[in-house]
């Protein structure tokens, strides 16, 4: 799980083709690296990804063709700025809201507007996914939790603060450029309660029956 919380800005070093899939090298940048253990997971503008291998300034990870088809990893160019966060730890502070990794879908950047000290974007988000956006709900693009400022009917507006954005490979983001978006995690849990068709009288009962002898 992840906060949503740019920990630093690396960069895409190398994508090696494997067998139809691919071998990312990241290179880490201003991320903190000490302690990194082969295994742990890796937020990569939004993608859980998995350390493979590493050395001091970067780590590999395996994406695959999953990975490559559905966000925007499969099309970046080498030297792309990449937002990364590792995985929270148990007693972290929750700053943004709970993230799995798990992107839903590729949006769009439609416009960016200066608003005041901040900017305001407004971004394209596929049909199947426009349902689960809320106003003032959170949504996660490129790995960044956000608000929702509004909601119309192509996707929706965030403001962005001058931190997030000196923080961030948003610095370099521009109008038309293709983000990976993962929904809140309570709109899918939600949906799937709402469409089980499971009776509520289905939940197992907190106390069972006793069939031995009383004292």
């Not at 800005?9 to 139809?20: F, K, M, Q």
């Not at 590729?106 to 507007?113: L, T």
């Not at 106003?135 to 490129?142: E, P, T």
């Not at 450029?177 to 509520?200: F, H, T």
């Amino acid at each position: 799980m992840f906060t949503g919380l740019i920990e630093g800005v690396g960069r895409l070093a190398s994508r090696e083709p494997r067998g139809g899939d691919a071998r990312l090298r990241i290179d880490v940048g201003t991320l903190p690296f000490t302690g990194v253990a082969l295994g742990e997971s890796i937020s990569v503008n939004g993608c859980c990804l998995t350390v493979i291998a590493f050395d001091e300034a970067h780590f590999d990870v395996d994406a695959s063709t999953e990975t490559l088809a559905l966000t925007t990893l499969g099309a970046l160019p080498v030297g792309a700025p990449l937002n990364l966060e590792r995985a929270m730890r148990p007693d972290d502070r929750l700053g943004g809201h709970l993230v799995s990794g798990h992107v839903d879908g590729m949006g769009r950047v439609r416009s960016i507007a200066i608003d005041a000290r901040a900017q305001r974007w407004a971004l394209d988000a596929p049909a199947p996914l426009r349902r689960y956006i809320a106003q003032k709900g959170s949504i996660c693009v490129d790995g960044v939790s956000l608000t929702v400022n509004a909601v119309d009917d192509a996707g929706f507006e965030v403001a962005l603060i001058p931190h997030t954005v000196a923080h961030t490979a948003f610095a370099q983001t521009k109008v038309g450029d293709a983000v990976n978006l993962e929904i809140d995690l309570v709109a899918r849990y939600v949906e799937r309660l709402l469409s089980s068709g499971l009776p509520s009288s289905g939940m197992p009962s907190s106390t069972t029956s006793s069939t031995g002898a009383g004292a």
